[in-house]
């Protein structure tokens, strides 16, 4: 049999410093300096938010007068043409292909040593790209700062009711005690004092296993975070990686060049060598924990306030000429989309190879904030392969924190939102074609009842099979028309309606209780003008019902699926329904208890000073500020919205 054999150089050579990367960024018209003043608190993430939500991203911004003797690059890996420039490829799927070409060598049959001579070249790449440690001090180690101070550093604040400065590009390296495996992670850090900061890995993170480990030895755990570099090694440590595979042979595949390790100055623990800056220190596990928070999150919302490890600074170094790499995250779309979007191509190749074979493609929407909305085409060939789907790939790694789950066939473009909301009102009978079941959520999940648990909707819109064919389906050949005013005298408490597709119902409401979404819907379920209609959501009184993509991230964000729909079963003539409570949920109208947080806009006077600054600084056309869209679901000041 004959084995080809498959080159895995690409024509790009490995970016040898942030610096390096910028360079490229500027050739390419894809970056902006900007030399003015801007303050890292609050200003910076003003401006840098009207750029993220402009149309494909906007540009990198690379601010050159911080207050500090540091720039900071922001964005810049903040859309498609920039993820892809980062990391060495034409499109996102390039690496995607690399992976199953390298997976198709290495799997398949040998039957002739010279078919298993072939395989050498490829074994020869792969380990090409193992991360190496070398003697001396690397680049990140140009200049050492034993006595550190943080405040040399232009670190953000970045939105009003943050708790403070928040490192939010930071690479945090750790080592498991027990087997020396090294993991590469990205956890936050709120800055308290010149050298000491949280730590904000989450309770699933590898990151908090091994300090658990540490705490269960009772040794102090060396943890080192860089900052810069190859943005390869930034994109790395947000990669949903299985355990005990290290993200630098990831950093090494993406770039086609190894990765080489340095030692610390003052902990045991190894860094890239062309990192910018290394924070190097160590969390203590018999201390106790730091109230850390709040800080305004990538799910649009504020992440409030908790307990977490405090992280002892001891030594700074940094290459000469370093940049200080940040980024900021809110409502969606903003640069974290594009990162993830990357994940979402670059592992569609091991679900399929390892997991599940029938997927075709699956695409995670921006309103969806990563984890509460997934879409999945497969290739259906028996009856039921869609919750079999479903199933599987909550289980899969990161994608158990998945919430809403929507599968459909092979012939759905994925991407068009208009075609994807027609098949589910003409496929999807929501008393048979929907499956609720309970299972982790994700940390920053604010909707359910209780902290990281909660339920979970699959909704299976591919063509049903014969045996998958109900006895009491009904379609209504009757088109529902609006009268508004109808409506609003006959259900108290509607503020506005908006159909779509003739199978979707978006009502705002000034609700008074749970029980009077309850009480609408089953008036609604029950009056024939509303026969054509399958599905029922409802916002807050404030949500424009005509804006879809507000609607689908505040919707996604704002329920547990479960606890918040009720179900209406098909009768003779008349077809099932499903109502969806999208609110606010509080304790007054909810017995809601925990804290629910705020949206994340800026304050007026921060977009009053980028308004003024805004011709002077060069940017071009003015764009006005996104909070100005939002403030309206800001409910007061702070980072919890109090009852209304």
Known sequence: MYISHYSFTRDFM?????????????????????????????????????????????????????????????????????????????????????????????????????????????????????????????????????????????????????????????????????????????????????????????????????????KKMGKKMPVAVVLGGDPVYTYSATAPLPDNLDEYLLAGFLRKKRVDLVKCITQDIEVPTDADFVIEGYIDPEEDFIWEGPFGDHTGFYSLADWYPRFHVTCITHRKNAVYPATIVGVPPMEDAWIGKATERIFLAPIKLAILPEIIDYNLPFEGVAHNISIVKIKKTYPGQAFKVMNALWGAGQMMFNKIMLVIDQNIDISNYSELIKQVVEYVEPDKDILFMSGPLDVLDHSSSKFTYGSKLGIDATIKLEEESSENAYASKENFVLDYNSVKDDFVGIIELNSVYKGILICSIKKESKEHISNIAHQMANCKEFDSLKFFIFVDEMVDVHDLNMITWLGSGNIDPKRDSIVIKAEQNKGSKIFIDATRKSLKKDNFKRDWPNIVVSDEKTIEIIDKKWQSLGLGDFIKSPSLKYKTLNFNKGAIAQDQ
Not at 66 to 85: A, D, Q
Not at 152 to 161: H, V
């Open 14 to 214: 490995a970016y040898k410093s942030l610096t390096h990367f910028i360079g490229e960024l500027e050739k390419d018209g894809e970056l902006i300096r900007i030399k003015e003043f801007i303050d890292p608190v609050l200003e910076i993430t003003e401006l840098v938010d009207r750029f993220s939500k402009s149309e494909d991203g906007g540009k990198a911004l690379l601010f050159e007068n911080t207050g500090t003797n540091f720039p900071v690059l922001i964005n810049s890996m903040g859309s498609e043409k920039r993820m892809c420039k980062a990391l060495g490829v034409e499109q996102l799927d390039d690496v995607k292909r690399d992976i199953e070409k390298l997976f198709g060598t290495l799997m398949s049959p040998k039957e002739t040593i010279l078919d298993k001579l072939k395989l050498i070249p490829s074994l020869s790449s792969i380990s090409s790209w193992m991360p190496k440690l070398i003697s001396g001090k690397g680049k990140c180690q140009d200049v050492i700062i034993k006595n550190p101070d943080l405040s040399i550093l232009p670190i953000l604040k970045c939105w009003p009711a943050d708790g403070g400065r928040f490192v939010t590009l930071p690479i945090v390296n750790t080592k498991d005690p027990v087997t020396g495996i090294r993991n590469v992670g990205m956890y936050r850090m709120q800055v308290f004092e010149k050298d000491l900061t949280g730590m904000h890995w989450h309770k699933h993170k590898v990151g908090a296993r091994h300090f658990e480990e540490y």
